[in-house]
Every structure is written in C-alpha cells, then in structure tokens.
C-alpha cells in the first residue's frame, strides 16, 4: 500500500491504522484528536468495510487543506475545537461509545494527560485506544517526553491492555478505568523512573562490556570518560555475554531479536546518553583535555558546555527527576523545559562533531 501524501505517519503506523479500520463493525465511532492535514481521518476512512460508520475528527487550528483532502467522505465530521471542550461535549450531544481513540493531538504532558483522562470514559468496554509519539525505546522519550511520561503512566495503570508498539504508536483495549489522583501519581512515579536511569547509568562500569552498534565520535567519548574497555559490534555475538549494552541507535532486525531473546541486555537510550554525556563532560574536565585531540578542540568543548550550564541554571540530574508536586501543570512544565535543554544540547553536540 503506498503511503499517503498529506499523512504524518510513518508507512508502518498507516498499515495498523487500516488494520484497526478494517476491523470495525457496522455502526461504529471512531473518534480522532489532531486532524492536521486529514491523513490519519483518510486512512481511517477509505479502510473499513463498515456500513455507517463515523468518524469525528477534533482539531484546534483545523487547516484548509484537511477540508479539501477529505472532500467527498461523508462518514468524517469536523469539530474545529480542543480536544478537552469535545471531550466535556461529547457526553452531553452523543450518547454513542466509542469503538476506535486516536489520540495524536498535543504533545505536552498536561495536554495528553486531558486527552486520555477526558476521553477514556466515552470509549466501549474493549474498545481500542491508540496513541501517537510514544518513540521507538531506542529514543527513551527524546522525541517526545511528554508522551513518555504519560504513555508510561497509562501502561503501569493497566489503562491500556494487550497493546501493540508500532513505530510510534501505542494501541490496545481499554483497560482499568483511572483516577485523576492515581494517573497523577503514576505520571510522577514514570519522571522519577527517567531520573533513576540516568543514576543507576551513571554508576554502571563499563569495563568488560561489549556494545552493539556504531562508534561514532560522541560515543567514543562517552566510552574514553567512562574507562570502556569492551568493544563496539556492529552486529549482536552469535554467543551469550556477560555485559552487552545497546547503544541508542534504531535497532536492525537481528538487534531488535537479540534484545527480545536476551532479556539482560542493557539498553542505552538517547535521552540517558546525553544526560550521562552532558555530566561526565563537566566532571571530568582534566580527562577532557586529554582525550580530545589537541588543546583548541577542548576549549571548544569547555567553553561552549560552560555558557550552556550557565545560560541555564545549572540543575543536577538527581534534583530535576526529583522534583516534588502534585500539580500535572507543574510537571509538564518541566518535562517540556528538559525536552527543549537536551535537545539544544544535542544540537551543539553534533555540530561540534560535524553531526550537522
Ligand atoms: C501531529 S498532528 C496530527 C496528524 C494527523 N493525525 C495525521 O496523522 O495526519 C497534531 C494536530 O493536533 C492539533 N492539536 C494540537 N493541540 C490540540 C488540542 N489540544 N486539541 C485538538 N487538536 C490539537 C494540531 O493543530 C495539529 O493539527
């Protein structure tokens, strides 16, 4: 199946899209947060066998180009509204459940919390709920943390069951229905989780222990400031080791099984590497100089990470995952300010290294 046009979607994520389509029943609801350009409504539309089904997409800034890309599909309704006002109306204008979520809408903590909470009421018993960015686990929330955090919430919580990771989206059945105060909780307890894997990381040697992926320069000098000893394989061992860590690169097919197939492996994951990078860089500033290849390379470095710390405060680790509050404003607020922090960081990283 070619992939359409004016749809954001990976080709993969399209395919569960029409499969979950194609499963619905005559009469069925499918309700969709983020219309866009109209490609996932598109998808949703053109791939079921259902008589009378509808489909209500829900946009805050509804573009022209949805209108005419979906001109002609009777079944799709357009509401030019948030997600929170459609969900606080649905109850009141529809009694209908839904049978098919699609939650691909904003991306901050807070608004994709709203979205699940809001919605999740409106959805069938066994209904399907399906939600975009949560990233590949190579990403560990870089992409999109917010969506993370929440996802994760949702799948401690049981909310979601017999769920299925699709490039970047997450879909199952509805599960355990949740309360404000405990999805609360658990968004707090998944930040925390995030923070701790940065210090158990941190203090995790890597002496002796093989990596499967590429050796590019900024994880050569992760490997020099933490005393690497084991070697970088671009391919899994056929053997079983000891200490093998997967470095935060998209996994190849024989990766992807050897990780599924040895439960211990170790996986590095973007967001933890430039924490950990960004840390041993700063603390280590004698073995910098030695391992960068001359004197005007280290200041490079020294200076342009000094005038980030301080152009942002700088907060440790421990402290920022650490945070206490009951306020899911609060949290997403920082959970965006550190999405934004790593990713300048990143960005500096690699135009240092000839990255961009
Ligand atoms: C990633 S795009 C959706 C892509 C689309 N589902 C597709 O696959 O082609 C996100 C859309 O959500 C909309 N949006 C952002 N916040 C929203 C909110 N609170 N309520 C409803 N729509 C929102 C944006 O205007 C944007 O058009």
């Not at 890597?206 to 050796?215: A, H, K, R, S, W």
Request: charged content about 25%; proline content about 2%; overall charge negative.
């Amino acid at each position: 199946m070619e992939k359409v046009k004016f749809s954001q979607l990976w080709i993969e994520e399209e395919q569960y899209l029409r499969e979950q389509s194609a499963q619905l029943q005559d009469n069925s609801i499918a309700v969709e947060i983020g219309t866009a350009q109209g490609g996932s409504a598109y998808i949703l539309a053109t791939s079921t066998n259902a008589q009378e089904m509808t489909i209500h997409t829900y946009d805050i800034s509804p573009s022209k180009e949805a209108h005419n890309n979906l001109r002609g599909i009777d079944c799709i309704v357009f509401h030019a509204k948030s997600s929170v006002e459609g969900a606080k109306e649905w109850g009141m204008s529809f009694d209908n459940k839904i049978d098919f979520l699609f939650i691909d809408g904003s991306h901050t903590l807070e608004n994709i919390f709203h979205d699940f909470l809001l919605w999740f009421p409106h959805v069938k018993e066994g209904g399907v709920i399906a939600i975009h960015d949560y990233d590949p686990v190579h990403r560990g929330g870089f992409a999109h943390l917010g969506v993370k955090v929440c996802v994760d919430a949702i799948l401690n919580l049981n909310a979601l069951v017999e769920t299925e990771h699709i490039g970047r989206i997450i879909g199952g059945k509805k599960g355990c229905s949740v309360t404000e105060g405990e999805f609360l909780e658990q968004c707090y307890y998944s930040w925390k989780k995030i923070g701790q894997k940065v210090i158990s990381f941190r203090q995790f040697s890597l002496d002796q222990c093989n990596m499967i992926g590429e050796e590019d320069e900024l994880v050569s000098i992760l490997r020099k400031l933490k005393g690497a000893t084991g070697k970088c394989l671009s391919e899994p061992p056929i053997r079983k080791e000891n200490k093998i860590m997967v470095l935060p690169q998209p996994f190849s097919k024989s990766t992807f099984q050897f990780v599924s197939e040895n439960k211990n492996t170790i996986l590095l994951d973007e967001l933890t590497f430039f924490y950990l990078l960004w840390e041993l860089l700063l603390n280590n500033r004698s073995e910098v100089i030695q391992i960068t290849q001359n004197k005007r390379d280290f200041f490079k470095w020294e200076e342009i990470l000094e005038m980030f710390d301080h152009a942002n405060s700088i907060e440790k680790v421990d402290d920022i995952f650490e945070i206490n509050t009951t306020n899911i404003h609060t949290l997403s607020q920082i959970c965006a300010r550190e999405l934004v922090r790593v990713n300048i960081l990143k960005n500096i990283f690699l135009s240092m290294t000839g990255g961009i």
